[in-house]
């Protein structure tokens, strides 16, 4: 089992079983939604709505997550110890028939012990897709996946005649699908211009059906947009790339379904060391 790095007073409490001086934790008046997780291993522990202002000092909790924590006797004899059912890690005691909540228990807790993770920061963020074929899916995925926004690149196939092709029936060149890349993005921090601007940049649009040494009609260059408003970006991108002189080859064509390709498609450079060998970066715009 691998564990957090941990500082030294993060040691003494969690793993010697110290004590945190009462009222000088970050969470014992910590009120927001979500869940305490163990700050050794991750593992969820408490809930915020078990959470109560006990006056102690300490984050106070009359229940725990259903086998998240263990109860031990504590060495002194008196008290019971509380550790994470995980990793063994040291978070406080339990204490019983206070009187404090209908429950009538408290598992005082060590602020240090916990990692808190909001309600609020776990809502996902408003996802968009984009879908781009650009000569082998590898180096497109390579460059989709550095940019800030991009939260997925898969590489697969569209724009074909069957259902769920092979890498072997794509490169014979009758199904009629691309080599693509299909881009979960946030629209908040990446617009889709942007992407498809880079589209333009990383790979050569003056191409017929090829892409350096990559020759058929699944490298060709395509854009599958899914609405008006990727159609219409992808419209003025290529006039003004005409513009500047450029004979655009690329192909607007409405997205279809996408196949994600085989698993050893997946994240190939990362996987590899290796890289891309035809898509390399050239400003355009």
């Not at 590489?155 to 259902?163: F, K, L, P």
């Not at 395509?222 to 609405?227: G, R």
Request: net charge negative; aromatic share 12%.
């Amino acid at each position: 089992m691998s564990y957090n790095q941990l500082t030294p007073e993060e040691e003494r409490v969690i793993v010697h079983k110290g004590t945190e001086m009462p009222f000088t934790g970050k969470y014992y008046l910590n009120k927001e939604k979500g869940t305490y997780h163990c700050r050794r291993c991750d593992a969820p522990l408490f809930r915020s709505t078990d959470k109560f202002e006990s006056g102690t000092g300490w984050p106070s909790f009359d229940d725990a997550i259903p086998g998240a924590v263990k109860k031990v006797p504590d060495a002194d004899g008196r008290r019971t110890e509380i550790v994470c059912a995980n990793c063994g890690g040291h978070l406080g005691h339990a204490f019983f028939n206070e009187g404090m909540t209908a429950k009538n228990v408290r598992h005082c807790v060590n602020s240090i012990s916990l990692d808190f993770r909001s309600e609020a920061a776990a809502v996902k963020p408003e996802t968009r897709k984009a879908v781009f074929a650009g000569g082998c899916f590898w180096g497109v995925e390579y460059h989709f996946s550095r940019v800030k926004g991009v939260l997925d690149v898969k590489s697969g196939y569209t724009g074909g005649e069957i259902d769920n092709p092979s890498y072997k029936q794509v490169c014979s060149g009758l199904t009629g699908h691309a080599e693509a890349v299909e881009i979960d993005y946030d629209p908040q921090q990446v617009s889709y211009e942007t992407l498809a601007k880079l589209f333009f940049e990383i790979h050569d649009p003056t191409q017929v059906n090829r892409q350096g040494p990559d020759i058929g009609t699944q490298y060709r260059s395509a854009l599958f947009y899914s609405d008006e408003e990727q159609k219409r970006t992808a419209e003025k991108l290529i006039a003004e790339l005409q513009a500047k002189g450029y004979r655009v080859a690329t192909t607007l064509e409405k997205a279809a379904t996408f196949w994600p390709a085989e698993d050893y498609h997946q994240d190939y450079y990362e996987k590899t060391g290796h890289q891309p060998y035809c898509h390399i970066y050239t400003k355009r715009f």
